[in-house]
């Protein structure tokens, strides 16, 4: 039997790590689902129709990396050759110093909202971490 949930006990279902098999949700409750809890839902296996989903732009945080983003189709209509050359010259960068760019997300909009605005505290943290693990690395190895 089918177990009848509304959105927002499915969502913290969810955000507790449990599942939502043979759930149902509730029919007055996903007439409007935040976009947020859809994300949520569809993490738990449950696809919210996108006429129920709404967002409100004041809930919309500036972010620089996905907000300054340029999205072209120019890295498609490359041959092999300048790809590879592309590649080399990316490695060149990183070589000198250049960012390093890693996902921390976590598809916990409370948890994935922190790291946004912690994001230079974090980095202050997990340097010096990340070179104690590839120095145990390079240890093991030999």
């Known amino acids: 039997m089918m177990e009848v949930l509304t959105v ?23 007439q409007q689902v935040n976009v947020r809890d859809a994300m ?8 919210v129709p996108e006429q129920s989903i709404y967002y409100d732009d004041d809930e919309i945080e500036y972010d620089e990396d996905i907000d300054e983003l340029v999205v072209t189709s120019e890295m498609v209509k490359l041959s092999w050759e300048e790809k590879a050359k592309r590649a080399e010259a990316y490695n060149e960068r990183l070589k000198e110093g250049e960012e390093i760019m890693i996902d921390l997300s976590t598809q916990r909009p409370e948890i994935d909202t922190w790291i946004a605005k912690n994001k230079k505290k974090l980095a202050t943290l997990l340097k010096p971490i990340v070179i104690d693990l590839f120095n145990a690395e390079k240890v093991i190895k030999e």
């Open 40 to 47: 949520v839902l569809s993490r738990g296996g449950i696809v």
């Open 8 to 30: 927002k006990e499915a969502v913290e279902r969810v955000n507790k790590g449990g599942n939502l098999k043979g759930v149902v949700l509730d029919e007055r409750t996903i």
